[in-house]
């Protein structure tokens, strides 16, 4: 089973993506601006969260993790690739500048999170699998942390 892939396939009511660049994802499945164009066909939410690369917040992780500029560059790519979403009815898409504690994908009633470990890139995080099992638990608190930064994004503008 691949633990990216297969949740995305068979998620049908919502798909909430949260980090700073994600780049991983696209660059690990080709198709997956096609498999969320098509969620977003029928009827499920998507929404992904990436961070603003002119951030102070990205700076400061950049940095934190030595990165050298990479993290903002990294988010750049993303935006390419999710950007092509940005006509999709069903898909938004949105910048934060939130101080990134851990990132959160989410499928329906299962969710990965990576915990950020000080200074460790996040490739190099740990990853929880959550699935929910009732309301109020562990699964809904990582849920309200993702509106919560959503609350505070704003949606992301394709450049002229």
């Known amino acids: 089973m691949d633990l990216w892939w297969d949740p995305l396939v068979n998620a049908r009511r919502q798909i909430d993506l949260l980090g700073y660049a994600m780049l991983f994802l696209p660059e690990a499945h080709p198709r997956l601006a096609d498999l969320l164009r098509g969620k977003a066909a029928a009827d499920c939410k998507v929404r992904i969260l990436l961070g603003d690369p002119t951030s102070r917040q990205v700076a400061e992780r ?19 690739h999710f950007g092509s979403l ?3 009815d069903g898909v938004e898409l949105h910048l934060h500048t939130t101080p ?4 959160t994908f989410r499928f329906d009633d ?21 699935r929910r099992l009732g309301n109020g638990g562990i699964f809904d ?9 959503w ?8 450049p002229a």
Request: proline share 8%; glycine share 6%; aromatic share 10%.
């Open 62 to 80: 950049d940095e934190e993790e030595r990165l050298g500029g990479a993290l903002i560059s990294r988010i750049h790519n993303s935006l390419v």
């Open 141 to 149: 608190r990582f849920a309200q942390h993702y509106d919560n930064v």
């Open 110 to 130: 299962e969710l990965l999170v990576t915990p950020h470990l000080y200074g460790v890139p996040g490739a190099w995080a740990p990853l929880l699998h959550l």
């Open 86 to 88: 940005a006509d999709c």
């Open 100 to 103: 990134l504690y851990n990132s």
């Open 151 to 158: 609350a505070t994004s704003t949606p992301w503008e394709p």
